[in-house]
C-alpha cells in the first residue's frame, strides 16, 4: 500500500467508479447550496453511464483519476470546447474534484498540477474553467494557483440559471 497518490487516464472500463465519484462528490460539493430537484436532474444528465462513456470516448477529451491507497479519491475533466476562447490553443478544466473526507490532504493541488501539466503535454498554451461565484474556497484556490478572472457564463444546474466566473492561467510551452 502507497501513500504517495498516483495518477491515473480513464478509460471505458473506468465510467461506473466515475459515475459514483462524479455524483458523490458534485454532491458534497453543491448539495447544500442547491434544490434536490435541480440537483437531481444535473445529476442524471451528466453522470449517467451512457453519458460519462460518450465522454470519455470524445476525442479531446481527458479525464484523470486520483488514486490513494488502491482507492480512487478524485479526478478531472479536460476537454477541448472552443465555446469560450475560440481564438486560444486552449483546453478547458471542465472538473476537479477529491471526496472530501480527503480534503486537506492537498490531492486537488497534486491533481491540478497534473492537468496543468497534461494541458501542456498536449500542446495547449491556456487553461481555463468556470467557478461558481458563490464557490469562495475554489476560487481562492484557483487564484493561489495563478489563474485570473477573465469573465462569466451562464452555468444551468436543473432549471437554475447560475453564473460562473471564468478563470484562466497562461501556460508557458515550448514551441518545438
Known amino acids: 500500500m502507497s501513500n504517495n497518490p498516483q495518477i491515473k487516464e480513464a478509460n471505458s472500463a473506468d465510467v461506473v467508479i466515475l459515475c459514483k465519484l462524479g455524483e458523490q462528490t458534485f454532491i458534497e460539493t453543491y448539495g447544500h447550496q442547491n434544490t434536490p430537484e435541480n440537483l437531481q436532474a444535473y445529476l442524471s444528465k451528466h453522470f449517467s453511464q451512457e453519458q460519462l462513456l460518450s465522454e470519455i470516448q470524445t476525442e479531446g477529451t481527458i479525464f484523470l483519476m486520483v488514486e490513494l491507497n488502491e482507492e480512487i479519491v478524485g479526478y478531472a475533466k479536460l476537454r477541448v470546447n472552443k465555446a469560450e476562447f475560440s481564438d486560444r490553443n486552449a483546453l478547458e478544466l471542465e472538473r476537479i474534484y477529491v471526496k472530501k473526507e480527503f480534503h ?11 492537468c496543468i501539466e497534461k494541458t501542456k503535454a498536449v500542446g495547449c498554451d ?17 487564484k493561489s494557483w495563478g489563474f485570473e478572472i477573465s469573465g462569466t457564463h451562464i452555468f444551468v444546474l436543473g432549471d437554475d440559471e447560475q453564473t460562473d466566473y471564468l478563470m484562466t492561467k497562461e501556460l508557458n510551452i515550448l514551441k518545438v
Open 126 to 142: 491556456l487553461l481555463w474553467l468556470g467557478v461558481w461565484e458563490y464557490n469562495l474556497k475554489a476560487l481562492n484556490f484557483y
Open 104 to 114: 486537506g490532504k492537498k490531492l486537488g493541488a497534486y491533481l491540478l498540477d497534473q
